[in-house]
């Protein structure tokens, strides 16, 4: 019989207990209202996977600042007052079903598709992103080309996050995960052909990592020790599925290095794959990188349907939590499923169709 036992062991991120090593990764899902508050559909949506067994759900995305964050169109924000506590609703409906909640604290930056304050986009550089803007998530066409951000609206958009993040702590949030990864204006920072900058953001990668690092430290400090941070990093992106970092191991070494430096509690990972090589056909995993340079733990998400891969992952320390994507969206209850030995679901395609948005039969759980 395989031993799925790691999945079930208890484990601390930061001054959160999880009762499991299995979380809900982010995925966007645009089901908020237009004016960006969380919703009754939503709340029974994350409920739904708390009652599955998931012991972590980390939100989609939510947009911190009423300027250039917001990428999507019905996305949900955290910027207002308001929005906030449209998501106590969610929270408390995920906590009396057993699990913990992470918001996911997200600037689209150059990568932005659907923002209903402003016209248009920033990014480290006038560079825009590489392909085309996603139809499921009501976009269309190539990316615009963004302005250079400013030293002064850096300045504010590290204060939004620290504002966001005061506003998930007050509503009941466990913690929250900063958005560093997946083409987002932060990783749009870290990343070399978007950030052609000259100052002290841009060239090197200790300097390419320092935006993240600046507001990883600041959401730290202003929530206090009780609550978790982390942040989550990736090197493909949505609109660039096969960008790796140009400086390999190395580059690695210098971000993870940084970025565990800063007081976060944790540092989420994610790749197609999870056990893949970062950089070439060998080496080690962008989650077994993060796991020697951080000193923090590691959540690890890419391609982790079959429980074994999963448990391998924590079995051999690369990681201490894994987290679901798509395995989670076919199977609400993944972790009951795997402890009954139960067979898995195939995902439906008709949750990407016509838009990626909460369709009413995924709100039942399933046997």
Do not use: C
């Not at 930061?14 to 209202?33: F, I, K, Q």
């Not at 963004?146 to 007050?170: C, H």
């Not at 074994?308 to 994507?325: H, M, N, P, S, Y």
Request: aromatic share 8%; hydrophobic share 40%; no cysteine.
């Amino acid at each position: 019989m395989p031993d799925f036992t790691p999945l079930w062991a208890p484990v601390r991120l930061g001054s959160t207990e999880l009762e499991n090593r299995v979380a809900l990764a982010p995925m966007t899902r645009v089901s908020a209202t237009e004016d960006g508050h969380a919703t009754e559909k939503m709340a029974a949506y994350y409920e739904a996977y708390a009652r599955g067994g998931f012991s972590l759900l980390v939100t989609e995305g939510i947009y911190p600042d009423t300027a250039y964050s917001q990428g999507y169109l019905f996305q949900p924000g955290i910027a207002t007052e308001e929005q906030a506590q449209s998501w106590t609703k969610v929270v408390d409906r995920v906590h009396a079903a057993g699990a913990r909640i992470f918001a996911q604290l997200m600037h689209a930056g150059a990568q932005a598709q659907g923002n209903r304050f402003v016209d248009s986009s920033v990014g480290p550089s006038a560079v825009a992103p590489k392909g085309e803007q996603l139809a499921f998530y009501r976009g269309e066409g190539p990316y615009p080309v963004p302005a250079e951000i400013t030293r002064e609206q850096m300045d504010k958009v590290r204060e939004g996050f620290v504002r966001a993040a005061l506003r998930a702590k007050e509503v009941g949030f466990d913690g929250v995960e900063i958005h560093g990864a997946n083409g987002y204006l932060i990783d749009q920072f870290l990343t070399d052909y978007l950030n052609q900058r000259t100052d002290e953001y841009g060239g090197s990668s200790a300097n390419r990592v320092r935006f993240a690092a600046e507001i990883s430290r600041a959401v730290r400090e202003a929530v206090g020790p009780d609550m978790t941070v982390g942040i989550r990093i990736s090197q493909a992106k949505v609109s660039d599925n096969d960008h790796r970092w140009s400086g390999g191991i190395e580059e690695a070494k210098v971000i993870f290095s940084t970025l565990g430096a800063t007081g976060i509690d944790f540092i989420h990972t994610t790749e197609y794959r999870a056990s893949a090589p970062a950089f070439g056909d060998g080496g080690p995993s962008l989650a077994a990188l993060a796991k020697q340079y951080a000193g923090v733990p590691i959540i690890a998400n890419g391609n982790l349907d079959d429980p074994e891969a999963a448990a391998a992952l924590l079995r051999d320390g690369t990681a201490d939590v894994v987290a679901l994507g798509k395995a989670a969206l076919a199977n609400r209850n993944w972790p009951h499923r795997v402890r009954n030995g139960l067979p898995f679901d195939e995902l439906n395609p008709g949750i990407f169709a016509p838009v990626a948005d909460v369709k009413d039969w995924e709100l039942e759980l399933p046997a």
